[in-house]
């Protein structure tokens, strides 16, 4: 793929030379706090021949485009002149609670082999409880042959918070086991299979319609604490948390609460408030709680670069630049 951030600079880049002065816009600043910044940063060289790739802490200051994912607040100051950051992955929040320069937009993944992801993983876990797996499993380790009565479907309705590049998917995806599924979103949505709702007005009946929640919201300040005992408890009876979005959207104190008072038979957690959950935490000791450290949905690195890569070559001022973060709403 060929990148061109500007025209003019793609014309200087493209003779070849390292005497010409590159345009600012064509220097890129890389930080990648995570175990695949190597790959990150070869692909793109690859992927952007004609950009200027520098890797945190030895960045260009002048660089007015950043891919980040976790960036320190040192990154953020040392490059006051960002007009675009684009995250390497869906969520934002980290970036929120940083000081950003003032002009930069961000641009966040939108889907990039994720929502597949997702919805594996979430259907797996709606299935599991469903069908209860758990007991089967139980009964094989202990060499039990012990059939129990199938579950009714209908007895099992799913709402999914949160409907936008990942959470679509994962609605649509359980509406295919024919469960009955809702959503509920900022905006009303329409997805085949799935009854929409939005807004305040219309959290409390998304709760009480639902037994199996799943939590695909992002991390903001609206949603932050969202899964607590006010909200788990009107799910009905027997309700079943499945959480893949940020651990801070939960207040783990009610989800212990309310499985002990037997009004939730239990949750799968792929996120918590601290991660890696730490060894003495409640969770690891109570088998009504499936864990998972996190990786519910992976960044494809290959399909999130090539999504990057058009983006950046598109222009930085691009009218159908996809993915840019409200910063008032947070996501
Ligand atoms: P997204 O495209 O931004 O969609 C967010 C959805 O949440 C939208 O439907 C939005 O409504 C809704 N929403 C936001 N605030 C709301 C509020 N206050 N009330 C009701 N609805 C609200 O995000 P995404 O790409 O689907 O990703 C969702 C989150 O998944 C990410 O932010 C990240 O935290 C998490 N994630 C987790 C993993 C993992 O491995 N565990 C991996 C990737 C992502 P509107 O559509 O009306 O705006």
């Not at 940083?98 to 979430?122: F, H, K, N, S």
């Not at 991390?219 to 899964?227: F, R």
């Not at 690891?284 to 058009?310: D, G, K």
Request: proline share 7%; hydrophobic share 45%; net charge negative.
């Amino acid at each position: 793929m060929q990148a061109s951030l500007s025209t003019s600079s793609a014309a200087t880049a493209s003779q070849g030379d390292a005497s010409g002065p590159q345009e600012v816009r064509d220097r890129i600043a890389l930080c990648c706090s995570h175990t695949e910044a190597a790959t990150w940063e070869l692909g793109l060289r690859a992927a952007l021949p004609h950009a200027t790739i520098s890797a945190w802490p030895h960045t260009d200051e002048q660089a007015e485009c950043a891919i980040v994912w976790s960036p320190t607040q040192a990154f953020m100051d040392a490059h006051p002149r960002l007009r675009i950051i684009f995250n390497m992955g869906a969520g934002v929040d980290a970036l929120m609670k940083l000081r950003l320069p003032p002009q930069a937009r961000i641009v966040r993944i939108e889907d990039g082999g994720m929502a597949v992801q997702m919805a594996e993983y979430v259907s797996h876990a709606v299935l599991r409880h469903f069908r209860e797996f758990d007991r089967y499993e139980a009964s094989a380790a202990s060499g039990a042959w012990a059939p129990r009565k199938p579950p009714i479907r209908s007895d099992f309705p799913v709402g999914v918070m949160g409907l936008g590049a990942l959470g679509k998917r994962v609605a649509w995806s359980l509406a295919q086991f024919d469960f009955p599924v809702f959503g509920w979103s900022q905006s009303p949505k329409t997805i085949d299979g799935v009854t929409c709702l939005s807004g305040a007005d219309e959290f409390d009946r998304f709760l009480s319609e639902t037994r199996i929640l799943v939590c695909m919201l992002p991390l903001t300040p609206a949603t932050q604490g969202i899964l607590s005992h006010a909200s788990l408890s009107q799910l009905k009876p027997g309700g079943y948390l499945i959480n893949v979005a940020r651990g801070a959207h939960l207040v783990e104190e009610d989800l212990l609460r309310l499985i002990d008072e037997g009004h939730l038979a239990g949750a799968t957690l792929d996120v918590t408030q601290e991660e890696p959950l730490p060894p003495g935490h409640a969770f690891w000791r109570r088998p009504e709680i499936v864990l998972t450290p996190h990786i519910a949905a992976q960044t494809v690195v290959r399909e999130a670069i090539a999504q990057i890569a058009t983006k950046v070559s598109a222009g930085l001022e691009s009218p159908t630049l996809s993915g840019v973060v409200d910063l008032g709403k947070g996501y």
